[in-house]
Every structure is written in structure tokens, then in C-alpha cells.
């Protein structure tokens, strides 16, 4: 089995910034790519950015020029560099990887999220 753990949530102020980690753990034979998503109230969970094994990023519109997604393949670990934070970026924040088991069996996971809350 597969684990994703996600950590740095927290409370913060409207301009501040917030850094948060994603370390994968289990069974893994590779980890295509990992992601973050997020999920407000009353609101559809919406990619935040997401990252390929050689590093090539994509970024949810609301969040370019802002936040800035990065990872160690050695640690099997996904960050998200969150600056400028705005009232609207409060939400849980999940992060997400399609991790290979073996040669042929490839999965999608999600960790268990992390409260992020920006004050205005």
C-alpha cells in the first residue's frame, strides 16, 4: 500500500506565505507525477499544480506568478511554495501522485489533507 502525508497547513495572514510538504511512502516502484489540489466549502476540488518526475509544472490559473510547486525524487516528497497568500486560497489542500507498484500497475493516491486558512 501507498501513503501520502501532507504537512504546513495553518493559519496566516492575507500577504503571507505558507510552504507545504507531501512525503510518499510504501510500495512504490516510481512516482509519475504528484499534485496538489485543493477543495474550499461548498466548492469543487480544484488542481493548485502539479509536477512530472523531470519537473515540469503546471499551476491552476488563480494561483500562477504566486505559488510554485517543486519536489525531491530522492525523498519522494512534492512541496508547494505558497507566497501572497489571498482570503480566497483558504481551503484543504490535498496532495495527490500516480505511484507505479510494479512494471505494469499504476495507481492514483491522495493523502488525507491539510487545512490551509488565510485571513484577510
Known amino acids: 500500500q501507498v501513503q501520502l502525508v501532507e504537512s504546513g497547513g495553518g493559519l496566516v495572514q492575507a500577504g503571507g506565505s505558507l510552504r507545504l510538504s507531501c512525503v510518499c511512502s510504501g510500495r512504490i516502484l516510481s512516482i509519475n507525477s504528484m499534485g496538489w489540489y485543493r477543495q474550499a466549502p461548498g466548492k469543487q476540488r480544484e488542481l493548485v499544480a502539479g509536477?512530472?518526475?523531470?519537473?515540469?509544472?503546471t499551476y491552476g490559473d488563480s494561483v500562477k506568478d504566486r505559488f510554485t510547486i517543486s519536489r525531491d525524487n530522492t525523498k519522494n516528497t512534492a512541496y508547494l511554495q505558497m507566497d501572497s497568500l489571498e482570503s480566497e486560497d483558504t481551503a484543504v489542500y490535498f496532495c495527490?501522485?500516480?505511484?507505479?507498484?510494479?512494471?505494469?500497475?499504476?495507481?492514483?493516491?491522495w493523502g488525507q489533507g491539510t487545512q490551509v486558512t488565510v485571513s484577510s
Open positions: 495527490n501522485a500516480v505511484v507505479a507498484s510494479s512494471s505494469w500497475t499504476f495507481n492514483t493516491y
Open positions: 509536477i512530472t518526475t523531470s519537473g515540469a509544472a
